[in-house]
């Protein structure tokens, strides 16, 4: 199998013209370098040289070895510097999550972290939490923004409570409780309604119906989903009131928010689930200290 020192060898020889110039410039005696050479000659089975007393100038095999070996010596530079990369964190994949609620979160930790290291890359993946929690432990997901209560995780896996969200309904502008300050459980009785929805699990979904039935009201629910861009398109269309938790700062525009008080004890709490890096300069300790930097 070819070695890179004499490959390295062979193309010092090559650019400096004589043994005796590549043996400075690589700081070795004649002897050893001549005998890579050599090495290198009876591997290949042809000869890389004319020797004369002017120096040594490459056969034409040898000046097709140097083009080759060159670009192959520039690539195996190339993959120490990118190794080096990887070994002080500023080179990698963070393999992210989150539910909807996080993505601002999310796209801001992106936009910091890939201005600051341009070799840093990130892979993101929607989903409910049950999902977000499966893909860390099956170790798909680096981390995930999820919501709480968690119902089981690995125990390898660490917690990090972030925000806690308000439960709020979400209509249009022109609908009749965007003119309330607050609004109640008997009001949005009456109106069509879009939930979010863990696709398993016990979550708001459940949380919010309990509530209803607790004070004798029956909810017309319109639609459910996991994902919160349907139920703001419904908002918008006029098609339904969208009842979610939501931090204060993600409130979509065009949208009129109203508190549900009655539903205070019901409201989400936002958290990172991770599994901690192996080193403190990776890419994944970058994300989560930026996305833990405004814990709760």
Request: aromatic share 6%; glycine share 8%.
């Amino acid at each position: 199998m070819l070695k890179l020192r004499l490959l390295h060898y062979f193309c010092t020889v090559v650019e400096q013209g004589s043994v005796s110039a590549a043996a400075g410039v690589l700081f070795i005696a004649q002897p050893p370098l001549s005998k890579g050479l050599q090495q290198l000659e009876e591997l290949l089975g042809v000869q890389l040289f004319f020797r004369s007393s002017k120096g040594m100038q490459p056969t034409e095999a040898g000046r097709h070895l140097y083009q080759r070996a060159g670009a192959l010596l520039r690539q195996s530079r190339e993959i120490e510097d990118e190794m080096k990369g990887f070994a002080d964190g500023q080179r990698g994949v963070v393999r992210i999550g989150t539910v909807s609620m996080g993505i601002p979160r999310v796209t801001a930790m992106i936009q910091t972290l890939g201005d600051a290291c341009p070799t840093i890359g990130f892979s993101l993946q929607q989903g409910d939490t049950q999902h977000l929690t499966e893909l860390l432990e099956m170790y798909r997901l680096d981390a995930a923004l999820i919501h709480l209560p968690l119902t089981s995780a690995a125990p390898d896996l660490k917690l990090l409570p972030l925000a806690r969200s308000r439960f709020q309904t979400l209509c249009h502008p022109d609908s009749p409780l965007a003119a309330q300050p607050r609004i109640t459980l008997a009001q949005l009785a009456g109106v069509p309604l879009a939930l979010l929805r863990r696709k398993s699990g016990f979550g708001v979904y459940e949380r919010v119906l309990q509530s209803f039935t607790r004070a004798g009201l029956t909810p017309r629910i319109l639609a459910d989903t996991s994902d919160i861009a349907p139920l703001i398109a419904l908002v918008k269309q006029r098609a339904a009131v969208a009842l979610l938790p939501v931090l204060p700062d993600d409130i979509p525009p065009g949208i009129v928010a109203r508190d549900v008080p009655e539903l205070d004890d019901v409201a989400d709490e936002l958290a990172l689930l991770y599994r901690a890096p192996l080193s403190a300069d990776s890419p994944l300790h970058r994300a989560i200290a930026f996305l833990g930097q405004t814990a709760a």
